[in-house]
Nanobody, 115 residues
Framework: QVQLVESGGGLVQAGGSLRLSCAAS????????MGWYRQAPGNQRELVAR???????DYAASVKGRFTISRDNAKNTLYLQMNSLKPEDTAVYYC?????????WGQGTQVSVSS
């Protein structure tokens, strides 16, 4: 089992920044990738960014150049630095951890960007 707890969401004006954190605990050794998804009302959940065990990263086209995913292995914590936020970034952001055959999810944290 892997437990994930997100924090850092909130309300920010367009152009502002937020940093999300995801504290992981449990069987971290089994995880081969971690990432952030988001879901806006009426939309499907979509991948925002992910980082593999190797350290390589992937980003959605809509956030590339504005968001940065990183991790602190010593603290078992995943981060998402979000800059130049836009109203369309408003969503619930979920942390995820993947092992072969299973995905773990956090409870989500709300990010709201006002215009």
């Amino acid at each position: 089992q892997v437990q994930l707890v997100e924090s850092g969401g909130g309300l920010v004006q367009a152009g502002g920044s937020l940093r999300l954190s995801c504290a992981a605990s449990g069987s971290i050794f089994s995880v081969n990738a971690m990432g952030w998804y988001r879901q806006a009302p009426g939309n499907q959940r979509e991948l925002v960014a992910r980082i593999l065990r190797s350290g390589s990263t992937d980003y959605a086209a809509s956030v590339k150049g504005r968001f940065t995913i990183s991790r602190d292995n010593a603290k078992n914590t995943l981060y998402l630095q979000m800059n130049s936020l836009k109203p369309e970034d408003t969503a619930v952001y979920y942390c995820t951890a993947s092992r072969p055959g299973y995905n773990y999810w956090g409870q989500g944290t709300q990010v709201s960007v006002s215009s």
